[in-house]
């Protein structure tokens, strides 16, 4: 089976770095994807890592190491408009994603 | 590029009544298309994945009578919720991917609100 791990609720000021760790254990691993997801709306694409490293995009940064089955999404210099669920998910060999139950990050004023 | 569209966005139904709902890939060939249930505060839960031409695999608790899936082309699949009940008021959300890496794009989701 596929397990995913991520907290479930973050609070953070605004200007500030926020960092979401996620675990996983998954059969047929094939990379970790990172979503972002408003309130009633489907989850954006945000990113998406295969290999072990950082991968940079602007205020938003993803991490991989599969020996460790651990990833991390980092968000710089955040904004009201971060306010958001973020989802984590491990996708398999056969396509399947396997989410994450998402982190509500709250960013104050 | 790489656009999902879902129709309709929202729908009220009463129960007992079935209720479609429609995914497009509107800018590439998707080869495979997949169904999520999203409830309130909870992550998004695969129901099934289906294949242009070929029967849906459902995952394990999703039952296959009352969620008919029929992808009949690379860019429409279809989710019939058959005998609606209110537990099956949710988020429906579809995605899809082409045959070229593993990034699935989702659709704009659709509500559905059995009374």
């Known amino acids: 089976g596929q397990n995913i791990d991520q907290p479930t609720e973050m609070t953070a000021t605004e200007g500030a770095i926020v960092q979401i760790n996620c675990t996983y254990q998954?059969?047929?691993?094939?990379?970790l994807f990172w979503y972002q997801q408003h309130a009633g709306e489907a989850p954006t694409f945000l990113s998406y890592?295969?290999?072990?490293g950082l991968e940079e995009k602007g205020r938003f940064s993803s991490f991989l190491s599969r020996s460790k089955g651990y990833s991390y999404l980092l968000l710089k210099e955040l904004q009201m408009k971060d306010s958001a669920s973020y989802l984590c998910?491990?996708?398999?060999?056969?396509?399947?994603?396997?989410f994450g139950a998402g982190t509500t990050v709250t960013v104050r004023a | 590029g790489a656009v999902v569209s879902q129709h309709p966005s929202w729908v009220i139904c009463k129960s007992g009544t079935s209720v479609k709902i429609e995914c497009r890939s509107l800018?590439?060939?998707?080869?495979?298309m997949f169904w999520y249930r999203q409830f309130p505060k909870q992550s998004l839960m695969l129901m099934a994945t289906?294949?242009?031409?070929?029967?849906?695999?459902?995952e394990q608790g999703v039952e296959k009578d009352k969620f008919l899936i029929n992808h009949a082309s690379l860019t429409l699949s279809t989710l019939t919720v058959t005998s609606a009940h209110p537990e099956d008021s949710s988020f429906y959300i579809c995605?899809?991917?082409?045959?070229?890496?593993?990034?699935?794009?989702f659709g704009p989701g659709t509500r559905l609100t059995v009374t």
């Open positions: 995605s899809a991917r082409d045959s070229q890496d593993y990034e699935q794009y």
């Open positions: 998954t059969s047929g691993f094939n990379g």
């Open positions: 890592n295969v290999l072990d």
């Open positions: 998910a491990a996708v398999s060999n056969d396509y399947k994603l396997s």
């Open positions: 800018d590439f060939q998707a080869t495979t």
């Open positions: 289906s294949n242009e031409g070929s029967k849906a695999t459902y």
